[in-house]
């Protein structure tokens, strides 16, 4: 049995606005297995970098954000440590890889820069050694010629490059989480398969857990162990791989399913789609929150929230209905 | 880089042709004469006239150009009417109570006003922060000469801390140049100070609001280190263009501070040359303050070359 | 939070506690009681005050240079640098007879050939000097100690301009003199109390006390008698602003003003740590361009005449009545020889009505009339726009021009530059100095009969007949030709500090005689 290396427990995360308090994480929970690869998808505005970024305690607490429940790690809430016990952890023991990688690094310092302060700021080295460790983390992410790259600035590397060393300063001090919000998402498809399988190699030579964010199911299925469907800042399902994507319970993990393209086989039938928007955060209804968009909706859907159902060790499903749906939905293929 | 210096300085040439040519003909043409006022109110024509000529102003205005600017590229510029000494030992005179001065106020514009707009920006929204947003539109609001006025009675007449006007060197002991130089430097730098505060705020508000400093705080960097290595390196930019504009205005402009704290420096010599018609004093002042802001305008272009990688300098590999 | 806060309120009550002890306080003198301060308004335009009537050059070069006669507090001519003074029968010609043993700040003694030197160069460049003695007059010596003005024709007035106050005939050394370039003497070298150390320009004029100075024995008396350096070192420092001015009086830094802003003279004179002493400094008055102007023909000149309010122009001008005299005539106040207050019926009338209806009779149909002025001068500046909305009531189109000196000076020697100007007129010695009756201005156009009556004031026998003669002069110019309208004759004033004693005036400040100190 895989211990837990990370418990996030009915996480909710409170934003203030204009009308007033807003959960965009609604009472959020799973766990991360050491050494697994997990996935959380959705579409945008799902909640799924708000979760990331609330397990990094990213936002600026100063008031109008807040958090409710636990992220339990190493024995500890994260959400009741000090400030400077969270910098302690960021980067050394949970670190975060964004979206995109231009913006994500400082035009004005160096790569190494950039790498070595992470390594110092860890690690009580010399700056000596800690170029030495850089020159190494280039290497382990396939930098070419890591000593030149040192000296060079972020405007001079291509997209890939940068994601590189971006995972370079993510894993630099061997955090035992990385948290990887949408890598692949601003760089080319071709580099997007090389940045993704890097990462799962990392992941398993260092025995490092990921939570992988993406709205690209299929990129995710090639390196996940388990993925989260999010939707509203709910999680609907959760389970395996294989499980999910071979008998998705939740409407609209089938809807999803059915909307990727797959390239095996002639396109036997139009592109589906899940039919309505995902509404603004602000409206999230009483009740079901996927009721507006789903085809299949009852009385008890629009009232009662539905509790989570367990349907193997590791699938679960917050559905009233999902053992009554049609065994092929509208789009599926036959 | 060094050619590139180079040519800043050739361009320099036409540019001081041409203020130069406008100060002059302005000077030349508008009415009045030195003769005038050297001789005082109940002078003769005649004796004005005879005077004018010895001064060498009744030649025609091409020749008179001609021979200043003749002389001119050799250093010499010619020799007051009114202050009985060459003209360019009387800019140099004039050159380090003005400098110190803008030196103070840069001081204290930078001193004061980046912590404060660092402050403002990362406690946004704050009491702190609005107090800082309104003081800073006071200090833009409040003309000069009053806030200057306003110094020199509370701090010079009322607490009696400092002095009321005058300027002393620096080779008068390094405290006693300072405490000379506070009051007219805050009156000076009261303006630049707000702008710069204002500036800073929203220049770090953006910064702040930009990925890498996420990525810098999920690097597990201290804040501390987040905002004044990561934040302000980025914020700083902007800044500069406002500071090297400041200073080169400061240099040439700060006649009212200098005639209210009575600092004998370059804003008071050259309205007084220009109020006596000192037509040499006048031509060298222009000269001089043209050269000084084309040299505060190419170190800031340096400067941004230095500190962001980004700007390609010509001929910087 | 809290802890801030009271700092706050710690501090602001720390500061009011010090300013408060602080206001009443007499000013704390900034420097050794051997050091003097005086606040000069403005920067001399040259030390060489014989090139210039300006004041600043005036308030500090009468320290360091003398004159062969000076006046005494009731204006009478007496000796300076002369022991004795002979007039010949015919009066043509003047004898002085110089004191020995008086020194240069060079060490050298003054002889006669410095004296011949410098009053020379001072008959050349002095239009006073030129108009009262004759532009043929000259000075020679009679040996070492002696010299000798002769003149084509007798001048009642020869010693009185002899004795002026401004652009005064200063004796220096021969070479000087003669050696000078036209744009000025270089070397300041005289023999008064004080002689010059350095002028630091846009800052102050240093003078220190000469050791070597030889005193008259007489009392002091205006500026006449013994003058004793009795502080050592005198800074002119040159302070524009008016607040700063003032500021630096109340903090001590200042022990004179110089000649304080009228604006501040209220506030001066009601406060009981200053001294306030004011003297004659000159007239207000506005000249009319008669060559080429609007108003060329006397009637057009008396119909304006009519009309104007002098109380009002100087009540705006200079605010306080201490400081200003209201009077028809033109010689000062102060000076019973030549003042006369006849054709006080013409002065001062203000009937605005009856004066447009005069100038209308008299030929004007509302041509375009320039008021000038220069705004260097608050009160000629005031005054020129008061006149200005008193003309307009008598249905003068008229617009007003301004500039700064230089501009002014400028406009005014320009022949269309003008039809009225304003100006400020510094108290002479005698009337045939006043410059807007003379021919030296073009657009003045001096009245034949002034011409005549000049002539015959400087032959005349004694300063009775003199007198008698310009008293009718001016009847005519008031009542017939009206060169100029009188505003009236304003007052200078100093202000000083408590610790200072001995302090006088006299058409400015004068420091010899001062101290400082308790006592």
């Known amino acids: ?334 | 880089m060094p050619a590139y210096i180079l040519r800043r300085f050739a361009a320099l040439i036409p540019v001081l042709l041409t203020v130069f040519t406008a100060v002059f003909l302005v000077v030349h043409l508008a009415p009045g004469s030195p003769a005038s006022v050297i001789l005082g109110q109940e002078a003769t024509p005649q004796q004005i006239t005879q005077l004018n000529s010895d001064l060498g102003l009744d030649q025609p205005l091409w020749q008179q150009y001609a021979t200043w600017i003749g002389h001119a590229v050799t250093g010499d510029l010619g020799q007051s009417y009114f202050l009985d000494a060459p003209v360019l030992s009387t800019i140099v005179d004039h050159v380090p109570p003005t400098l110190s001065l803008a030196l103070i106020a840069e001081i204290i514009g930078i001193g004061v006003a980046i912590p404060l707009g660092i402050i403002a920006a990362t406690r946004r929204g704050s009491l702190l922060d609005r107090v800082i947003l309104n003081g800073s539109l006071v200090g833009i609001s409040v003309p000069s000469f009053l806030l200057a006025l306003f110094l020199l009675l509370v701090f010079g007449v009322w607490l009696r801390v400092l002095p009321v006007g005058g300027y002393e060197p620096l080779s008068s002991g390094f405290f006693t140049w300072l405490s000379y130089l506070i009051l007219p430097g805050i009156a000076l730098g009261g303006m630049q100070a707000a702008l710069i505060t204002r500036m800073a705020r929203s220049s770090v508000l953006e910064v702040l609001g930009q990925e890498y400093i996420k990525v810098a705080k999920a690097k597990g960097l201290r804040t501390r280190v987040v905002v004044l290595k990561h934040a302000l390196r980025n914020a700083f930019l902007p800044v500069l263009t406002i500071l090297g504009q400041g200073l080169g205005s400061l240099i040439t402009g700060a006649v009212v501070t200098e005639t209210i704290f009575t600092i004998p420096g370059i804003g008071t010599l050259v309205v007084n040359s220009v109020l006596h018609r000192d037509f040499p004093v006048v031509q060298g002042t222009v000269l001089f303050t043209t050269v000084i802001f084309v040299l505060v305008n190419l170190i800031v272009d340096l400067l941004y070359g230095v500190f962001d990688p980004r700007v390609k300098l010509p001929s910087k590999r | ?519």
């Not at chain 3, 060489?48 to 003398?66: G, I, L, S, W």
């Not at chain 3, 110089?98 to 003694?109: P, S, W």
């Open chain 1, 1 to 334: 049995m895989t211990r837990n290396v990370l418990e996030v427990k009915e996480l909710s995360t409170w934003f203030g606005t204009e009308d007033g308090q807003i959960a965009a994480v609604d009472r959020v929970s799973f766990v991360l297995k050491q050494g697994e690869v997990l996935s959380i998808v959705g579409e945008s505005g799902c909640g799924k970098s708000v979760t990331a970024q609330s397990i990094m305690r990213l936002y600026e607490e100063n008031g109008s954000v807040a958090y409710d429940g636990s992220i339990l790690y190493d024995g500890a809430d994260l959400l009741d440590h000090s400030p400077a016990r969270m910098a302690k952890l960021r980067g050394n023991d949970i670190s975060m890889i964004f979206q995109d990688p231009m913006s994500a690094l400082n035009p004005v310092f160096t790569i190494g820069t950039q790498l070595t302060e992470t390594i110092r700021a860890h690690r009580n080295v010399s700056r000596g050694e800690a170029r030495r460790r850089a020159i190494e983390v280039l290497n382990a992410v396939g930098y070419p010629d890591p000593e030149t790259g040192l000296r060079r600035y972020p405007h001079e590397l291509s997209g890939g490059m940068r994601q590189r060393v971006v995972i370079a300063i993510a894993i630099a001090c061997e955090p035992k989480i990385l948290i990887a919000d949408e890598p692949t998402t601003a760089l080319d498809v071709t580099i997007q398969a090389q940045i993704v399988e890097l990462i799962a190699t990392l992941a398993k030579d260092r025995g490092m857990a990921v939570v992988f964010i993406s709205h690209d199911l299929g990129l995710l299925a090639e390196v996940s162990h388990r993925v989260a469907v999010m939707y509203l800042g709910q999680i609907v399902e959760l389970g395996t791989v294989a499980e999910l994507f071979s008998q998705p319970a939740h409407p609209y993990t089938r809807g999803l399913m059915a909307s990727a393209l797959t390239l095996t086989g002639p396109l036997t039938h139009r592109l589906t789609t899940i039919a309505g928007t995902v509404p603004a955060i602000t409206d999230r209804p009483t009740g079901c929150v996927f009721q507006d968009r789903c085809a299949y909706t009852t009385t008890q859907c629009r009232s009662q929230e539905p509790s989570t159902t367990e349907l193997t060790g590791d699938h679960q499903v917050r559905c009233w209905n999902h053992d009554q749906l049609p065994a092929v939905l509208e789009g599926e293929p036959a």
């Open chain 3, 1 to 519: 939070m809290i802890r801030w806060q009271r700092w706050v309120a710690t501090s602001a009550a720390i500061v009011l506690a010090v300013a408060l002890s602080g206001c009443g306080a007499l000013a704390a003198r900034t420097h050794s009681d051997q050091e003097l301060h005086v606040a000069l308004g403005a920067q001399p335009t040259t030390l060489d005050e014989q090139m210039t009537t300006a004041e600043p050059t005036k308030y500090v070069m009468r320290n360091v240079f003398e004159t062969l006669v000076t006046t005494d507090a009731d204006n009478k001519v007496v000796p300076m640098l002369a022991s004795a003074i002979t007039e010949s029968a015919d009066r043509t010609s003047y004898r002085f007879d110089l004191r020995r043993g008086v020194h240069f700040h060079n060490g050298a003694e003054m002889t006669s050939a410095d004296v011949v030197a410098s009053m020379t160069r001072w008959l050349k460049l002095s239009p006073a000097a030129k108009s009262v003695l004759g532009k043929d007059a000259t000075f020679v010596a009679d040996g070492p100690y002696a010299v000798v003005l002769k003149m084509k024709a007798p001048a009642v007035g020869a010693l009185g301009v002899m004795a002026t106050h401004k652009q005064f005939p200063a004796i220096m050394p021969a070479a000087i003199a003669q050696n000078a370039a036209p744009t000025g003497v270089t070397s300041f070298i005289g023999t008064g109390p004080y002689k010059l150390v350095e002028w630091k320009k846009d800052a102050s004029i240093h003078l220190t006390k000469f050791d070597g100075y030889s005193a008259r024995s007489e009392a002091p008396s205006g500026f006449a008698g013994r003058r004793d350096a009795l502080i050592r070192d005198v800074y002119f420092d040159i302070v524009t602003d008016p607040s700063t001015q003032l500021a630096g009086l109340q903090t001590g830094k200042y022990d004179i003003l110089a000649s304080a802003s009228y604006d501040t003279y209220d506030w001066l004179k009601n406060g009981k740590d200053f001294t306030v002493t004011s003297y004659n400094d000159g007239d207000v008055v506005f000249a009319f361009n008669i060559k080429n102007g609007v108003f060329d023909t006397p009637q057009k000149r008396q119909a304006v005449q009519l009309g104007v309010n002098s109380s009002d122009i100087m009540n705006v001008a200079f605010a306080d009545k201490d400081v200003y005299d209201l009077k028809a005539g033109y010689m000062s106040v102060d000076q019973p020889d030549w003042y006369t207050n006849d054709g006080a019926d013409t002065y001062n009338q203000g009937d605005t009505a009856r004066a447009g209806k005069m100038l209308r009779e008299a030929g004007y149909h509302g041509e375009p009339v320039t008021l000038l002025t220069v705004n260097d001068d608050p009160f000629q500046y005031k005054s020129a726009v008061v006149l200005q909305q008193q003309l307009k009531e008598m249905g003068v189109n008229v617009t007003l021009r301004t500039g700064d000196w230089a501009t002014y000076s400028a406009l005014s020697l320009d022949p269309k530059g003008y039809d009225i100007t304003t100006a400020g007129i510094t108290t002479v010695s005698d009337p045939t100095q006043l410059s807007y009756l003379g021919d030296s201005w073009p657009v003045y156009a001096q009245s034949p009969v002034v011409a005549d009556a000049f002539t015959k004031i400087q032959r005349s026998a004694d300063l009775k007949d003199a007198r008698d003669i310009w008293v009718n002069t001016q009847k005519y110019l008031r009542e017939d030709y009206v060169p100029v309208i009188m505003a009236g004759e304003f007052k200078g004033v100093s202000a000083a500090n408590k610790d200072v004693h001995g302090f006088t005036t006299k058409d400015g400040p004068i420091i010899w005689n001062t101290t400082l100190g308790d006592h």
